[in-house]
């Protein structure tokens, strides 16, 4: 696989989770990556990504609690999760962000967080 996700797990509120974003070396040269989220009945969104120089961006329902980092050492993304809610609970998915001239790969089997007491 080129996109293995792992580190979800159950959580309780306000708790704190760090999830991995393995992908494979052409992936991480090729691409600015994200993470997405899907909730049951939900539509996939982006909640956290980076761009070119590095910058970093989050949706608000995240913005001050999520962190995305990456290392083009080991070919990661990570995404620091703190402070976490109930409406946090979703399949989390790392994936290019933006239109590129290259073909996107597929996506990963994502990792479950779930947030509950």
């Known amino acids: 696989a080129q996109i293995v996700e792992s580190g979800g797990g159950l959580v309780q509120p306000g708790g704190s989770l760090k999830l991995s974003c393995v992908v494979s070396?052409?992936?991480?040269?090729?691409?600015?990556l994200g993470w997405y989220r899907q909730a049951p009945g939900k539509e996939r969104e982006l909640v956290a990504w980076v761009t070119g120089g590095g910058y970093q961006h989050y949706a608000p329902s995240v913005e001050g609690r999520f962190t995305i980092s990456r290392d083009h050492r080991v070919s990661t993304y990570w995404l620091q999760m703190n402070d976490v809610q109930p409406e946090d609970t979703a399949v989390y998915y790392c994936?290019?962000?933006?239109?590129?001239?290259?073909?996107?790969?597929?996506w990963g089997q994502g990792t479950q967080v779930t947030v509950s007491s």
């Open positions: 070396p052409l992936i991480f040269t090729q691409f600015y």
């Open positions: 994936y290019p962000v933006g239109s590129y001239t290259a073909a996107k790969p597929s």
